[in-house]
């Protein structure tokens, strides 16, 4: 019996492994309806689920995150680093950071990839610090998998500094943002002043340079507006001694 309990015990985390193995990083809204299809979906039902998804953007509240502007951030409490060594927020006093939720299966996050490798490049020489917190959706109560999070961070060409928020449902992404008021998502954004206080919140989804990005589709304007926020409210931050 001991050795069944055993056998059983070694299939599950092979299994468990292989169906990691499988999770596909969504590297564009096109990717994400190929993805879709493969799966099974119907054309017309992959066109659907994008636009339920797109139409989500427009009627998000912008204003969903500013219960935690001016509030001193809480800890960063992770499970693991990538491209970085472990950061604390005493580490980054004397910066402007910020941090993005993010995961491998959101069609959100693959949209605004460019956006903060472009945030990253043009602000981090003048003081600015990107984080971009991984945390998983599909599978989310597996085991920690570093290599899962390797491969999506390969995938998706992430220079900056990865935290890993793996039991994000307890961890440190409840701790900033999913305790309080309903949040309409959780790739959310928080711009972090040079004292560690959170100063602008944009509350998930996505942001990029155009309306279009990555070959997405077309209704993205409110994400280029987006963008020029986040943009003014980077530059205020700097500015300030």
Known sequence: ????????????AVAGQVWADDIETVRSWAHYRELMIEEGDSEADADAQVERLLASLGSM???AGDDRIGVPAPSFEF??????????????RGQVVLVRWWTETCPFCA??????????DEYSPRGLTVVGVY??????????NIERVERAV????????IAIDWDWRNGTLADWWLTGPDRPATSVTFLLDKSGVIQYVHPGMEYHEE???LGGPKGHMMCANDMVGIRAAIER?????
């Open 61 to 63: 509240d912008r204003s």
């Open 111 to 120: 949209s605004s990839t460019p956006a903060l490798l472009a945030i990253n």
């Open 154 to 161: 390969a995938a998706r060409g992430l220079d900056f500094p």
């Open 237 to 241: 931050l700097l500015a300030k001694q």
């Open 79 to 92: 499970d693991g680093w990538l491209n970085s060594e472990p950061l604390t927020l005493e580490d980054l």
């Open 211 to 213: 309306p279009i990005a």
């Open 135 to 144: 945390h998983p959706k599909a599978d989310r109560d597996a085991a920690l």
């Open 1 to 12: 019996m001991i050795r069944i309990i055993a056998l059983l015990l070694t299939f599950l």
